[in-house]
């Protein structure tokens, strides 16, 4: 029977607790906004873990220029955040961090919305059944 949580899986909840500790204490670049990480997927080998997070930016600045800037400021600081975490982790090897943002949430609020347009369509083609659509019984007695 394959264990529930892999030393990958516990090492990557570590480095993950680690590391958002570090960015929101020890990183003093003004330019980083409110950063989360989101999930830390560690290579079986150890050899890198990549960090996924989303960020809430300043204003006057769009989506796509604040996790650009984001991302560069936290992959410029891998090394840094590296060796702080060396020093942490009981491990021999400490994985080379990389960082990407996280798009399931944006992909989540397109399919939502895909999903509202197309009921919405249905609903518009097929009137009367709107009311009874909800119920998940297709049955017609």
């Known amino acids: 029977m394959p264990k529930d949580f892999s030393r990958t899986s516990r090492l990557g909840e570590q480095i993950k607790r680690e590391v958002a500790q570090m960015i929101q204490f020890e990183m003093k670049n003004p330019k980083l906004g409110m950063v989360t990480l989101n999930q830390v997927k560690v290579a079986k080998d150890l050899g890198y873990a990549d960090i996924y997070f989303t960020v809430m930016g300043a ?4 989506d796509a220029e604040i996790r650009a800037n984001t991302s560069k400021i936290l992959n410029e600081a891998a090394g840094y955040l590296r060796s702080e975490l060396a020093r942490i982790l009981t491990t021999r090897v400490t994985p080379q961090l990389r960082f990407h943002y ?13 999903i509202k347009q197309a009921r ?21 007695d």
């Open 59 to 62: 204003k006057g600045e769009t």
């Open 102 to 114: 996280d798009e399931t949430l944006e992909r989540g609020h397109h399919l939502t919305g895909l």
């Open 120 to 140: 919405d369509a249905d609903d518009a083609r097929h009137p009367g059944e709107a009311d009874n659509a909800d119920d998940g019984d297709d049955r017609q």
